[in-house]
């Protein structure tokens, strides 16, 4: 088998057009074209709708008035339904934690792409961890702009740190301590969204409908955190390319930081919103697992990364997911009532994620045939 083709070598070979395979079908390109152009004409645009910037500092705040966590809980919860996104402020993630995350992945992917290889992973024989660029997993053949480097980060006792980079030599001390962090980030964010559907005494809901612990130990801890490291090299031709073509994520939660260069869409109503850079926020994802135990209040959002001419766009992705087997999915019981029916059957997340690919080379399948 031949090795990939990586996108990183691509771009420096200096190309001025890119290959075929990288060129996306006419109906998807008509929205697209370089981030900065489109982040530029967005920031001048004063109507254009911005996704909402939210401050849960009333929840880590002890000293925090019963209102103002009201306050937050509707902020959040207007956000998850309206958007199916938001830039979180107030978070408690030390900004320097997050420097030291960005530069330990910042300096990986600096390294030479002979270097990267060593870390990578191989889908087809099922090692999805490690460092990899999209294959063409669809019968048009089409490839994403981007390499990535993907593991699991908690609980730490399933991590396997062999896997992680040895170089820079703060990536494992820096991406371990992000990982805790985000996880009770992910608690703080999971209650304040039940409280946003159930109500002030109803912050555990969340939480118990995607684990199957009731304790919280560094043991029996079941919510899986999954980063990866997205990198986009410049790309010729953006307005014909796409580093991640449009999806909503399978996770409960995502957590998004990113190197400031921009690149992130979200779609709201009918358009495409490139989200700007608010610097010290996260940006959180609502994904399918939230959406089913929603019954569809909050919006799992679709999303897709584009590319440009001018920098490298790097993102780190953290996606919150429920253990594959052991959880059944299913709306709270709660939110299914006659005027609103379940709008999800029961699947465990394996399941909802297999149904998801099959659901996807179905479409690609027909379209083939359309052509
Ligand atoms: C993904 O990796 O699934 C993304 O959607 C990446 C988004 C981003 O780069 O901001």
């Not at 207007?78 to 330990?104: C, K, N, Q, T, Y």
């Not at 191989?122 to 990899?132: E, K, M, N, S, V």
């Not at 990113?258 to 609502?286: C, D, K, M």
Request: aromatic share 6%; charged share 25%; glycine share 6%.
């Amino acid at each position: 088998q031949l090795p990939a083709a990586r996108v990183e070598a691509l771009s420096l070979s200096g190309l001025s057009a890119i290959p075929p395979e990288y060129v996306r079908p006419a109906d998807e390109r008509a929205g697209l074209g370089d981030a900065f152009d489109l982040a530029r004409t967005h920031a001048n645009d004063h109507t254009a709708p911005r996704i909402p910037v939210v401050d849960i500092s009333p929840f880590l705040d002890s000293s925090s008035q019963q209102q103002q966590r009201d306050e937050c809980v509707e902020a959040v919860r207007a956000a998850a339904a309206d958007w199916g996104v938001m830039h979180i402020a107030g978070h408690g993630i030390p900004a320097e934690l997050m420097d030291r995350l960005r530069a330990a992945g910042t300096a990986f992917f600096a390294l030479p792409v002979q270097d990267k290889e060593a870390y990578a992973n191989d889908p087809a024989a099922g090692r999805l961890q490690g460092y990899g660029s999209r294959l063409a997993t669809n019968t048009c053949g089409q490839r994403e702009w981007e390499d990535y480097l993907f593991h699991l980060v908690h609980p730490d006792g399933l991590a396997d740190h062999a896997l992680w980079p040895a170089y820079p030599p703060d990536y494992i001390a820096a991406t371990r301590d992000f990982g805790r962090r985000t996880r009770d980030l992910a608690s703080t964010l999971l209650a304040i969204l039940s409280m946003g559907l159930l109500g002030t005494d109803r912050g555990d809901a969340l939480e118990k409908a995607l684990t199957t612990t009731t304790t919280r130990t560094a043991a029996d801890d079941d919510l899986l955190l999954q980063l990866k490291i997205n990198y986009y090299p410049r790309c010729p031709q953006p307005e014909l390319a796409v580093g991640v073509e449009a999806h909503t994520d399978v996770s409960a939660l995502s957590f998004i930081l990113h190197n400031g260069v921009p690149g992130l869409q979200v779609l709201h109503g009918a358009r495409w919103v490139t989200a700007r850079h608010e610097p010290g926020t996260i940006i959180v994802h609502v994904g399918d697992a939230l959406e089913i135990l929603s019954n569809g209040r909050y919006t799992s959002v679709l999303h897709r990364g584009l590319v440009n001419r001018e920098a490298v766009r790097i993102s780190w992705v953290v996606f919150c997911e429920p253990p594959p087997d052991s959880v059944l999915l299913h709306p709270l019981p709660e939110l299914v009532t006659e005027g609103h029916p379940a709008r999800f059957t029961p699947r465990t997340f394996k399941q909802h994620l297999d149904r998801k690919l099959f659901k996807k080379k179905q479409q690609h399948k027909a379209k083939a045939e359309e052509e």
